[in-house]
């Protein structure tokens, strides 16, 4: 049974950093593209971040220069590194991953930017 476990959110300072984990019991991890989203009250699930099995990524242009997403395969381990975080990035934010037309959700962890 695929699981994906976030851990790392909190509620921080507009300015400040968090970094998300996100560890995943998957076989052949490394073959799956990984990815985070984010869904805030009321608004729907939207991407954040992914990166392909080659190290490829795609971010979205609201985090653009202030989100770095990584990964660590020999730990099965995608990470989301959140810099300069502002009060519209409160949100649940969700790992994912994709093969083919298998994806997988975790359960995802608050972040809340709030002075």
């Known amino acids: 049974q695929v699981q994906l476990v976030e851990s790392g959110g909190g509620l921080v300072q507009p300015g400040g950093s968090l970094r998300l984990s996100c560890v995943a019991s998957i076989r052949m991890f490394s073959i799956y593209a990984m990815g985070w989203y984010r869904q805030a009250p009321g608004k729907q699930r939207e991407q954040v971040a992914v990166?392909?099995?080659?190290?490829?990524?795609v971010y979205a242009d609201f985090v653009k220069g202030r989100f770095t997403i990584s990964r660590d395969n020999a730990k099965s381990t995608v990470f989301l590194h959140m810099n300069s975080l502002k009060p519209e990035d409160t949100a649940v934010y969700y790992c994912n991953a994709q093969l083919r037309t298998y994806t997988y959700w975790g359960q995802g962890t608050q972040v809340t930017v709030s002075s």
């Open positions: 990166m392909d099995t080659n190290g490829a990524t």
